[in-house]
């Protein structure tokens, strides 16, 4: 086993070991019986994604990080430079060595069948660097489930450049959606290492509010 195997092996366990601590600390409520309507765009129509999507309460970062939980990480100067969604601000994950695993959670917003899948503009600045993302909500009986369900999780070897996420999975993998309800979820984003500063940049997260065919 390679020491890059061996070193992304233990941060994919120190990923579920400190965001399952988490559900602890964060409660999510169950949603009602129907989602709110919200403005979309196709922000991701430069990379070939024509879907409309919908920004994720605060997702901008433009205010202030307004609803959101940082631990080791904060709102910083410098929007995304292709302007996914217009605005000044990012959200920086990661200050250096001897700090906690660096940690975004998103406010509770609505979720139901039509609401597959999420991105997000990223940029890795550390010299060696993991992200990944994490859904945390309650199921039928208002239970809340410490569980990661099925995530991407990005890495580097370099820093690089703005760049959009892969397709994140959201509805998709909450089973009470089968039945046609919704729920109350949050979004995570955790990356446990870095050197000097941040070690990833986010900005402008966004769902997509229709299935797609």
């Not at 400190?18 to 922000?43: E, I, R």
Request: with cysteine; net charge positive; glycine share 12%.
């Amino acid at each position: 086993m390679s020491i890059r195997s061996l070193a992304l092996g233990t941060r994919r366990g120190h990923f579920v070991a400190f965001a399952t601590a988490l559900f602890v600390l964060l409660p999510v409520s169950l949603a009602g019986a129907a989602c709110p309507l919200t403005p979309t765009k196709q922000a991701f129509a430069p990379w070939g994604d024509t879907a409309e999507y919908a920004q994720v309460p605060g997702g901008s970062f433009e205010q202030g990080g307004a609803g959101w939980t940082f631990i080791s990480a904060n709102i910083t100067a410098g929007n995304d430079p292709f302007n996914v969604v217009s605005g000044r601000n990012s959200a920086a994950l990661g200050s250096g060595w001897g700090s906690l695993a660096a940690t975004a959670i998103s406010p509770e917003f609505c979720v139901d069948k039509s609401h597959p899948y999420f991105r997000f503009m990223l940029k890795p600045q550390g010299a060696v660097g993991a992200l990944a993302t994490f859904i945390i909500y309650r199921n039928t009986a208002g239970n809340l489930v410490r569980q990661i369900l099925g995530s991407k999780i990005a890495t580097n070897i370099l820093p690089g450049n703005w760049r959009p996420s892969e397709l994140n999975p959201l509805s998709v993998n909450i089973p009470l959606l089968e039945a046609g309800g919704t729920a109350t979820v949050q979004l995570g984003f955790i990356s446990p290492l870095s050197f000097n500063g941040p070690a990833y940049f986010i900005d402008n997260v966004l769902v997509d509010p229709y299935r797609r065919g």
